[in-house]
């Protein structure tokens, strides 16, 4: 975050970047949590589905469910979506354990698009049909590398047993692509439609339409932690040849799949959808992170930044802003709060102050690794957000006004982000902060007292802020 601005950035087509066949998608492996078991029923037989070179792997078991039931599900999707009939593929599925490579395991010692196994080490990609190579039109995996991601290595814990299924889904969603063609000649844009299909499978899969995959619910936020692995490194750029885009980018593709269905992710992909996902600046914006000094971040653009936007808000229903005050404590509520409340985030509506707990959340949450300067904003615009609502005379208790308030936070987002604020501009990464702060504290009474909802509800809520303003965050009822 920094007080120059830079707008929220529409694709555009990437120097170089041509019709590719082979879509690859490498992830880079971050520690996190662990999801709860989930994720098979009714498991199916190899023979039954057969996926060249898997062994008896839970990997492998995850990776052959998904795959059956992305087949059955474009099977059903494809002909209302694109009207034709959707045709499997030709060219096969391959896993691959590149410590271990049975020659003997894969024809011609070759996966699909005629590679050598070791070819998709670290990864998982689509290839699409040519007469160049042999075994086109094909998925490929390394379950070694899934199984760490889904179930952790050297200590570290995995994302959970549907992050293997969903990293099929993507790459189904790339075999979709390859039948009707690409949205638009972007690599983020291709990428970030394939997440968009990945999601409205998962929504499939979650209403229990799927014979052999499940998710519950609450399990929504370990997917939304695992798509933390799938993100490009923070600061680059937008027009990389293989950008993937943000955790936020990636994120609300995959959560408006899930939302809208497959109709969306086909028709909302185009040359304009916005991206959070840029270069930063210069050396020093890099070498800091695009981190502002915390005391910069509370005493500076806290109060300007969102005392301006919501200045903006209430002179657009004809009313006048009083910003609140804004009381940082140490540990210890003040005095205006629920009595006896242990929270970090308060807005007392008779003081009309703004208070938060700076030992217990906001300077942990600017030094934590998934924290930042945006993730404090975030957090203290939630009860910011509390105080606008009670200038126009809506609630500020319970989960709708808390709802509200998170959208609004969105709102503020997407203000900064497209050059609307005079104070401060949003650098790289700072609004995948957004995402893991809501992701890490919905459940969190002391920080969110009244959302109950999970932490996938709560980023679409923010998600919907960002995309649709204002408008979309309950002001006007």
């Known amino acids: ?61 995850i990776a052959r469910n998904a795959l059956a039931d992305l087949n059955l599900y474009w099977g059903e999707q494809f002909g209302p979506v694109y009207q034709q009939e959707f045709p499997p593929l030709t060219g096969g599925y391959y896993s691959v354990d590149p410590d271990d490579i049975d020659p003997v395991a894969y024809p011609g010692g070759e996966i699909g698009c005629g590679e050598p196994p070791e070819a998709v080490t670290d990864n998982a990609f689509y290839c699409g049909p040519s007469q160049e190579y042999p075994n086109g039109d094909a998925i490929q995996y390394d379950r070694a590398f899934l199984d760490e991601l889904a179930f952790g290595t050297g200590g570290s814990e995995g994302y959970g047993r549907f992050i293997p299924a969903l990293v099929m889904a993507h ?40 014979p052999h995959n499940s998710i519950r619910p609450a399990e929504l936020d370990d997917v939304l932690r695992g798509y933390l692995l799938l993100r490009d490194p923070v600061g ?91 009381e940082p404590f140490d540990g210890r509520a003040p005095d205006c709060a629920d009595e006896g409340a242990d929270v970090d985030l308060v807005y007392c509506a008779g003081e009309d102050t703004v208070a938060f707990d700076e030992a217990d959340l906001t300077e942990p949450l600017y030094q934590a690794e998934r924290g930042g300067d945006y993730a404090v904003l975030t957090a203290v615009a939630i009860p910011y957000g509390l105080a606008g609502r009670a200038q126009l005379g809506l609630s500020t208790d319970g989960q709708e006004a808390l709802r509200s308030a998170v959208c609004l936070s969105g709102a503020f987002t997407a203000s900064v982000l497209n050059g609307e604020s005079t104070v401060l501009s949003i650098s790289p990464g700072d609004v995948d902060e957004s995402v893991s702060f809501l992701l890490e504290y919905a459940t969190d009474p002391d920080v969110l007292p009244d959302a109950e909802l999970t932490g996938f509800q709560l980023v679409d809520v923010f998600r919907t802020g960002v995309f649709d303003g204002p408008a979309a965050c309950d002001l006007d009822s």
Do not use: K
């Not at 291709?190 to 339409?209: K, L, P, S």
């Not at 990636?250 to 992710?265: H, K, L």
């Not at 040359?271 to 600046?281: E, H, I, K, L, N």
């Open 1 to 61: 975050m920094s007080t120059s601005s830079r707008r929220l950035a529409g694709v555009v087509l990437a120097a170089g970047l041509g019709t590719a066949t082979l879509t690859g998608c490498a992830v880079t492996f971050v520690e996190g949590t662990a999801t709860p078991l989930s994720g098979l029923r009714g498991p199916d037989e190899p023979a039954e589905f057969p996926v060249v070179g898997a062994v008896d792997s839970d990997v492998d078991q």
């Open 171 to 210: 790459e189904f969603g790339h075999a979709v692509q390859g039948r009707v063609g690409y949205p638009f000649q972007a690599s983020i844009a291709i990428e970030t439609q394939a997440d968009c299909f990945a999601g409205a499978w998962t929504r499939w899969v979650a209403d229990g339409e799927a």
């Open 236 to 326: 680059t750029g937008l027009n990389a040849g293989e950008a993937h885009g943000s955790y936020f980018d990636r994120v609300s593709a995959f959560q408006q799949g899930f939302d809208d269905g497959p109709t969306a992710c086909r028709d909302d992909f185009g040359g304009d959808r916005p991206y959070t996902q840029g270069a930063f600046r210069d050396d020093d914006d890099a070498l800091t992170g695009g981190n502002a000094p915390y005391a910069l971040t509370v005493d500076q653009f806290l109060p300007e930044g969102l005392g301006e936007f919501w200045q903006q808000v209430l002179a657009d229903r004809g009313r006048t802003f009083r910003p609140p005050r804004l």
